[in-house]
């Protein structure tokens, strides 16, 4: 069974980090397109880093570039998202995907 389970989300102040984490069992980010989404309140979810289908070239929504990188561990097992200069409009949940499997989410928030 495959299971992805995200932590490192909290409330920061804006201009601060935040390192998230999505570790995965039964599963290798290494081998499939993956990512980390976000939805914030009201809003569809969106994505915002990824790796590609050839699981080695990134990409970064325009909110996120020059401020997050995503990142996996050597085994692949673990994906990051390290995010920095935050800002109130990061304030969302933010999911890891990879394949077809979703993570629950873990809440950023980012305040003044």
């Known amino acids: 069974e495959v299971q992805f389970v995200e932590s490192g989300g909290g409330l920061v102040q804006a201009g601060g980090s935040l390192r998230l984490s999505c570790a995965a069992s039964?599963?290798?980010?290494?081998?499939?397109?993956s990512g980390w989404f976000r939805q914030a309140p009201g809003k569809e979810r969106e994505g915002d880093s990824c790796y590609s289908s050839s699981a080695v070239d990134t990409y970064h929504g325009d909110s996120a570039k020059g401020r997050f990188t995503i990142y996996r561990d050597a085994d692949g097992n673990t994906m990051y998202l390290q995010m920095n200069a935050l800002e109130p409009d990061d304030t969302a949940v933010y999911y890891c995907?990879?394949?077809?499997?979703w993570g629950q989410g873990t809440q950023v928030t980012v305040s003044l």
């Open positions: 995907h990879g394949d077809v499997y």
């Open positions: 039964g599963f290798t980010f290494d081998d499939y397109a």
